[in-house]
């Protein structure tokens, strides 16, 4: 009766080993992202504060819209923070 080969080490199967650094970020945060964040916040908050200290007049001529403008400030760096990590 023949004989079945006997398996070496060569011949063993592959175990697949997950990488080390699984789970760590793969880079830092740009170093432009947390002070434009942060500018963009201050700038839209003073903005609408701006505008309701000088009863609509500054910081430009298009009345109850300065609010919208602040807005888009904040909102603006809130989609920047998405990209935090």
Same mark, same amino acid.
């Given at each position: 009766? &023949? =004989? /079945?080969? *006997? #398996?070496?080490? *060569?011949?063993? +199967?592959?175990?697949?080993?997950? &990488? #080390?650094? %699984? @789970?760590? +970020?793969? /880079? =830092?945060?740009?170093?432009? %992202?947390? +002070?434009?964040?942060?500018?963009? %916040? ?16 500054? &910081? %430009? &001529? ?7 403008? @602040? !807005?888009? !400030?904040?909102?603006?760096?809130? @989609?920047?923070?998405? #990209?935090?990590?």
């Amino acid at each position: 009766m &023949p =004989e /079945s080969k *006997k #398996r070496t080490k *060569k011949n063993k +199967p592959q175990v697949y080993k997950a &990488p #080390r650094n %699984l @789970g760590k +970020p793969e /880079s =830092e945060n740009p170093k432009w %992202l947390v +002070p434009t964040i942060v500018a963009l %916040l201050v700038i839209g908050l003073g903005w609408i504060v701006v505008h309701y200290i000088t009863a609509g007049q500054y &910081p %430009l &001529p298009i009345y109850n819209w300065n609010v919208g403008v @602040g !807005f888009v !400030f904040m909102a603006a760096a809130m @989609g920047l923070l998405t #990209r935090w990590k």
